[in-house]
């Protein structure tokens, strides 16, 4: 049973909105430094989770700790350290006929609960936000990172307990499946869920808690190319949405293209070849690769190939006769989190970005770009697709709520 770990998540977070900004600034800068000092027994930790996962696995790279993601790891939490806190900013601030001041101002949500799969950087950054932002987090991580989200979180415990902070203001749960229920009864002591990972793991959040529930992470990610679209930047804007990192829910998933562009697909796909893309292309787009991209990397689309997250070097292709026919394929198969489109015409544009139901919405730039870090907000806890609370990129402001302060001078309500 848990009851005891959230309680004491719940207790803990009751003193951290009375931690100076000073503080909280202070253990962020100081983990930073003993992150850097512990990057052999953080690699060597992690290195037990990767030998036993095949490399072939997508899941491979976003588990992977290197040298050089570690020294990110210290600089983001250095980042963090810099932005303006987000509690206490007044939203509203009136004064009423009868004499009362009503303040509206941000306060912490409370208690976070986070589930996700093979991402050890997820612990760092989700307690870096949530500390600075006034919450304690219980965090639920795979097995597959069960080495690396160990030494990390008796990491930060033991840089809490340096600053005299309550180390139950992070708590990190048993691997195991059973925990993870547990988790979405917490009712009373959890105040909100956010659950990182594919979307069965989202579906399976979503459906079973009782807690509420942010929903983040999964993308399955259009690029548009338009019939008046720029064939240097498209290919630059396929590339690197498709290639950048694949692992990660901001890749790219299905380029759509107008039926007019088809001679210019072989240059928008060039490069993919370069990495091993394998492209699933409907029958028109087929048509026009098969004699210039690579017959081992190109297929031809099956229904399932359109409305997947491939997390790999993987890739659909669909040709549209209109932009209204790509609305209506990004309608049907988007997962709201991240779509692009590629035209010079400023009228396709603009019905692009306003018909478009997504959290990030891109005209002629990479989808690679949603990330809280890229959006200038330190670091994120997660991408919601969702609409309450919280779209897009979260960060520290998006980590708060809010509560009314109201003075009187004795004020009665009279019926």
Known sequence: MLEKVFKSAKDASRKLPLLSEGEINRILLSLADRVVEMIPSLIGENQKDLARMQETDPKYDRLKLTEERIREISKDLRNVSALSSPLGITLENKTMENGLRLEKVTVPLGVVGIIFESRPNVTFDVFALCLKSGNACVLKGGSDAEFSNKIIVDLIKRVL?????????????????????????????????????????????????????????????????????????????????????????????????????LKDLSALTAHLSEQNVIVYADERSYKALERSYPSKLLEQAKPEHFGTEFLDYKMSIKTVSSLDEALDHIYQYSSKHSEAV??????????????VDAAAVYANASTAFTDGAQFGLGAEIGISTQKLHARGPMALREMTSYKWLIRGKGNIRIP
């Open 161 to 261: 307990q340096e600053n005299n902070v309550n180390p139950d203001v992070i708590s990190l749960l048993p691997s195991d499946r059973s925990a993870t229920q547990e988790l979405l009864q917490a009712v009373g002591y959890v105040d909100i869920i956010i659950p990182r990972g594919s979307q069965n793991l989202i579906n399976y959040v979503r459906d079973n808690s009782k807690v509420p529930v942010i929903e983040t992470g999964a993308g399955i990610v259009h690029v548009y190319f338009d019939r008046t679209g720029d064939v240097n930047k498209g290919a630059d804007i396929v590339y690197n949405s498709k290639t950048r990192r694949v692992s990660v829910c901001n890749a790219l998933d299905c380029l759509i293209i107008h039926e007019n562009r």
């Open 342 to 355: 590629v035209a010079e015409d400023e009228r396709v544009i603009d019905k692009f970005l306003k018909s």
